[in-house]
């Protein structure tokens, strides 16, 4: 039990274009939506948490009207990157909180490359 | 605010042995949670073990088992009878009261047949 499930697993899109990426939880209602940036040989940077039916909050550093988050049901959150630059290139994890103790569950994750 | 550390970047183990994997922790909180996580090539995250910080029984997973140093504020974990199906990066993870996972810059566990 417990699933997310994260589309797409890869994506390509040209310099300028937004894409957007979506995590849906399978069996359980995600009220709170973790996400992350991963960079090659690196630990997860967490992006923002979205709560359902409330914004977004955003980490220090990360740009909000880049990295648009949408947590409009307990089933499904996005992020669109919008205008995406190379520099967005890497590989972004959603994870959803699971419970008040068991843990977190997480997407198998989308590998972005701007070109 | 909390960190975790991870000290050893790269761990190598003959296959079947034991292997220990440190993690350090830093928290003014008393009631938290710690985490192990696997990241095998396929970037898919794994949970390997969790530690509730109220209970001072070590948490053990069949091969996986944590030493729990709440004072010391440590959290290792020791894979024993390594398998080639453990090679990966273990991250270690620390949650307190905000939900929010704060995370290890990881090691990277290499089983040698």
């Known amino acids: 039990g417990a699933v997310v499930s994260q589309h797409p697993s890869r994506v390509i899109c040209k310099s300028g274009t937004s894409v957007k990426i979506e995590c849906r939880s399978l069996d359980f209602q995600a009220t709170t939506m973790f996400w992350y940036r991963q960079f090659p040989k690196q630990s997860l940077m967490l992006m923002a948490t979205s709560n359902e039916g409330s914004k977004a909050t955003y980490e220090q550093g990360v740009e909000k009207d880049k990295f648009l988050i949408n947590h409009a049901s307990l089933t499904l959150s996005t992020l669109t990157v919008t205008s995406a630059h190379p520099e967005d290139s890497s590989f972004y994890i959603c994870?959803?909180?699971?419970?008040?103790?068991?843990?977190?569950?997480f997407g198998s994750g989308t590998r972005l490359t701007v070109v | 605010a909390q960190t975790v550390t991870q000290s050893q970047p790269e761990m190598s183990v003959q296959e079947a042995e034991t292997v220990t994997l440190s993690c350090t922790y830093d928290?003014?909180?008393?009631?938290?949670?710690l985490f192990w996580y696997k990241q095998p090539p396929s970037r898919q995250m794994i949970l390997v073990i969790r530690?509730?910080?109220?209970k001072q029984q070590n948490a053990t997973e069949n091969r996986f088992s944590v030493n729990f140093q709440k004072a010391a504020k440590s959290f290792s974990l020791k894979i024993s009878d390594s398998q080639l199906g453990d090679a990966a990066m273990y991250f270690c993870?620390?949650?307190?009261?905000?939900?929010?996972?704060?995370w290890g810059a990881g090691t990277k566990l290499i089983i040698k047949p």
């Open positions: 993870a620390y949650r307190g009261s905000n939900y929010q996972l704060i």
């Open positions: 928290t003014s909180e008393s009631d938290y949670y």
């Open positions: 994870s959803a909180r699971v419970g008040a103790i068991y843990g977190y569950t």
């Open positions: 530690q509730e910080a109220y």
